[in-house]
């Protein structure tokens, strides 16, 4: 310390009362380096690095009050004039289970599996499923290698046209005697590509043949009329027509579908949404192979008649929900007034109305409700049909005045 220093050190001392005393000297932290020979650098008020030599029996080596470099290990907060106060120790964070799913999940989804199950026939759906299994019985009563005939359903998407399918197979596979191993029924969904191979294909993936890809196409048809026949399929159901939609590959598949039947291998229904309906203009053989159809029209909110059988239905589903013990209480579906609001929401689309009412069943199953209230309806449609610009205003909310 030089002569200067001592001097203002030692009147500061003077300055201070006899009784109190004196404060302690503020810690710093030091700025020493360790060096090679075991002394510390420190850096003086120049900025010329200095050593000090260490003392083994003092607690540490401060010069002029500073403390000498923390090891790293030790505690940072020794800038303060105090020492810092006790802090509680935190508890133990308990261990969350992972595996096991969340009871409200649960609840949610075993309530939405319960209403997909639901599958109720509009009275235009039930004569579809008759046509379809008289066409059935037509082919089984038919010699083999006489020509077949086929159905075609082309109509709006969510007409309900897939679910008749899946009506008639639950009803024929149940028949007593059958076969569980059989298929008498086959839908088949065609794959988005639309070719004459993918066709084959679709037919081979739902038959569970591995190797469904591997070949020509005539060589795929061949395989498709041995499993057809391995199967007993009685009645082949394509779905998703429209998925040919480039022109020549629209007519290779045509010619595909007609040589099938014409050779006798199995009647077929035909469905997909209007798009598809140029497979048949362009091909007047296949047209002529086929027998008019029941057209799946969309309910109409404003016909009266129309309405009517729509309530009817929508109040099925209710009793159903509550018969399910999917709700514990009715919802009030088969309303009229809201039975003609949620037709119009949907557009007189099944399908449209059965995607509204899950919507609004998964709300409220994971409130705990006890019945799917219009809140919940009115919010499932502005998710599903306004954002999506099916519609453009929300019947429930108009009414309500929102």
Known sequence: MTDASKKSQSASDAALPDA???PPR????????????GTRSRASSAGVMRCVEPDENAVDDCVTGEEPTPNMSSD???VSTEAAPAQPALPATPAVPVTAPSSL???AGEGMAAFENIVLPTPAQVECIRQMDTLRIMGLSQPAGQQRRAFRYLNQSGSGKSTCAKLLKRHVEGQPGRDPRKKPILHVTLSTTGTPKSLATSILN???DGYSTRGEAELLLERVKTALNELEVELLVIDELNHFKQKHLAEDA???IKNILTMG???IVLMGTTDAQTLFTRNRELKNRCLPQVVLQPFVHTDAGSREVWTQFLHQIDLELVGRGVMKELSGLGEPTLAKDLCEASNGLIGEFHNIVLAALEATLLAGERFIGHARLMAAIDAWCIQDGTIDHNPLRLRVGG
């Open 105 to 107: 999940a649960q609840i």
């Open 265 to 267: 291998w199995v009647p």
């Open 26 to 37: 503020r810690r710093t932290r030091s700025n020493t380096m360790p060096s090679k020979n």
């Open 76 to 78: 940072l907060t020794s």
């Open 206 to 208: 739902e038959v569970g």
């Open 254 to 256: 045509a010619n595909t």
């Open 20 to 22: 109190a005393p004196p």
